[in-house]
C-alpha cells in the first residue's frame, strides 16, 4: 500500500512539474518523436538505397550534387516519410495543436520542403567531402560513400531536428485564436506555475495523510 502511495505521489509530482513547465515537457516528447522519425528516416533510407542500387550513375540538378542517383532518390524520399510523420505524431502529442488542420499542413509543407531541399543540398555535399576524405585516407570507396552518405544524413537530421521544432512550435502548430491579447515569443517560455496548484496540493495532501499513517 505504501509502495503505491509512493509511486501515485511521484507521478503527481511528474506531472505537476510538467504542468507549470510546459516548454519543457513540449521539447522532451519532441525528442521522443524525432526518434521514432530518425528511425523512420534511415531505415526507408538504407532500405530505398539497397533496391535501387542499379541506379549507379552520377546526378546533377540545381543544387543537388550526388555521386549515385540512388542516394539522392534515398536521401528525398526518406526525408518525405520522416518529416511525415514528424507532423502527425507532433500535431497530436507535443503541441496538442487544436488550430486548422489544413492551413498548419499548408505551413508545415511549405516548412519542411525549405528543409528538405536544404538536407539533400547539405547532404550531397557532405557525403561527397567525407567519402572523398576517407578515400585520400585509403579507405575503401564502397565503405567511404556508404560512411559518408550517413555522415550527410546525421548533418541533416539535426539540422531539420532544430528548424522543425522552432517553426512547429511558433509558427504551424500554435494556436492563434486562443487568446485576442498579442503573444511574444518570451511568454511562450514564461509560465505562470498556476497551472500545476491543483496537482501539487494533491501531492501534498497525500504526503501529509502518508505521514499522519
Known sequence: MGEEKVK????????????????????????????????????????????????????EWFLFSYDHTRTFIAF???????????????RKKTFKATNNVVVSGIMFAIIMICIILLNT??????????????ISYGTDPGVAETVGGY???LVGSFTAFVLSFLGNKFLV?????????????EDEFVREPALADGIAADVAADEISSDAE
Open 151 to 153: 555522415a550527410g544524413k
Open 8 to 59: 501515485t505521489n511521484a507521478i503527481a509530482k511528474i506531472k505537476a512539474f510538467f504542468a507549470a513547465h510546459e516548454n519543457i515537457r513540449q521539447l522532451i516528447v519532441y525528442t521522443l518523436v524525432s526518434l521514432i522519425c530518425f528511425a523512420i528516416e534511415y531505415i526507408s533510407f538504407t532500405v530505398i538505397e539497397l533496391c535501387i542500387k542499379s541506379y549507379d550513375e552520377p546526378f
Open 76 to 90: 528525398l524520399v526518406s526525408n518525405i516519410l520522416a518529416q511525415t510523420a514528424t507532423f502527425v505524431l507532433n
Open 173 to 185: 502548430m500554435r494556436n492563434w485564436g486562443k487568446s485576442s491579447n498579442p503573444i511574444t515569443i
Open 121 to 134: 543540398y547539405l547532404g550531397g555535399i557532405i557525403t561527397r567531402a567525407s567519402a572523398n576524405n576517407m
